[in-house]
């Protein structure tokens, strides 16, 4: 089930994404495929700590969800179903 973009928890997700260029940017670059943080250094042009902490801070809001946790490098990392709503109401509203 998707979650009610008029709930709180959806509003209070989407205006955090808003406050951030670097978190949009996240979300647009990994809705098109699954990447690590490496690839998505690579495409943004920015610090690997940067991208890091977003994804962090994105997979805390359950955002960015990270599919193989258990690995030390190579981590792959995708949209949740909020992080998709999210993403569909920067791209197309």
Do not use: H, W
């Not at 928890?9 to 955090?16: G, L, P, Q």
């Not at 962090?56 to 909020?82: A, M, P, Q, S």
Request: net charge positive; aromatic share 8%; proline share 3%.
């Amino acid at each position: 089930m998707l979650p009610d973009t008029n709930s709180p928890t959806y509003i209070d997700a989407f205006a955090y994404v808003k406050r951030s260029k670097n978190r949009q940017k996240v979300i647009k670059i990994i809705e098109k495929s699954r990447m690590t943080p490496s690839e998505i250094t690579e495409t943004m042009n920015v610090r690997f700590s940067l991208v890091s902490r977003v994804l962090r801070e994105l997979k805390d809001k359950d955002i960015v969800v990270c599919l193989n946790e258990n690995e030390k490098t190579g981590k792959l990392y995708k949209l949740t179903r909020l992080g998709l709503l999210i993403y569909y109401e920067l791209q197309y509203k």
